[in-house]
């Protein structure tokens, strides 16, 4: 076997860019950033079944996650009996928020939030409930056929994995996801 001009043999070269490339990549992948993929209709129409997105793993311990961010997050005790896969939805309800469902829209502190996002109005009433320090309140775009915080409560913060930042795929809806929708009246304030 030849060896490279420093001495060195090539299959220790290689297995070492390898096993480096590995670790890089594992430790990216767990704490910057995954790719995720869609696997149901929850999020229509502003994510298709089988998009791939880019989740933003550091973010959220820096900035605040706002009303509005999509976000990944592991299942809560209460999923956890029938899901062990994360769940993807929009942040409705911040700590502290009032959030009620009537009338076919979503009142955030008793002001009407302006989704032009939806796949269609709700169709159910929900609330007013109070969202507790340290969670959020979380819907899907496609309100009903979403699986969402309107079942089974609230997000603990500790849960979330982080911010849905771009889709890679399919190339012909490649690009970011704006993580606010604009309403017609923030609610943040």
């Not at 090539?10 to 860019?17: N, R, S, Y």
């Not at 509005?68 to 062990?84: A, K, R």
Request: hydrophobic letters at 40%; aromatic letters at 12%.
């Amino acid at each position: 076997m030849t060896s490279n001009r420093h001495g060195e043999n090539p299959w220790v070269e290689a297995l070492k860019t390898f096993g480096i490339s590995a670790v890089l990549a594992l430790g990216i992948r767990t704490f910057v950033a995954e790719a995720r993929y869609i696997p149901s209709g929850s999020m229509q129409p502003t994510l298709d079944i089988n998009d791939r997105l880019i989740i933003d793993k550091v973010s959220h311990h820096f900035r605040d996650i706002s009303r509005g961010d999509i976000i990944v997050f592991n299942p809560t005790e209460h999923l956890q009996e029938q899901f062990s896969d994360a769940f993807i939805k929009r942040v409705i309800g911040l700590p502290g928020d009032l959030v009620e469902v009537r009338d076919q829209v979503v009142w955030v502190n008793d002001v009407p939030l302006i989704e032009n996002y939806l796949y269609a109005p709700p169709d159910y009433v929900y609330g007013p409930v109070s969202v507790p320090e340290d969670h959020f309140f979380v819907l899907g775009d496609n309100r009903n056929n979403s699986y969402d915080s309107h079942y089974w409560g609230f997000v603990p913060r500790d849960l979330v994995v982080g911010r849905a930042v771009a889709r890679f795929w399919p190339l012909d809806r490649l690009g970011p996801i704006t993580s606010r929708p604009e309403y017609e009246q923030d609610t943040q304030d």
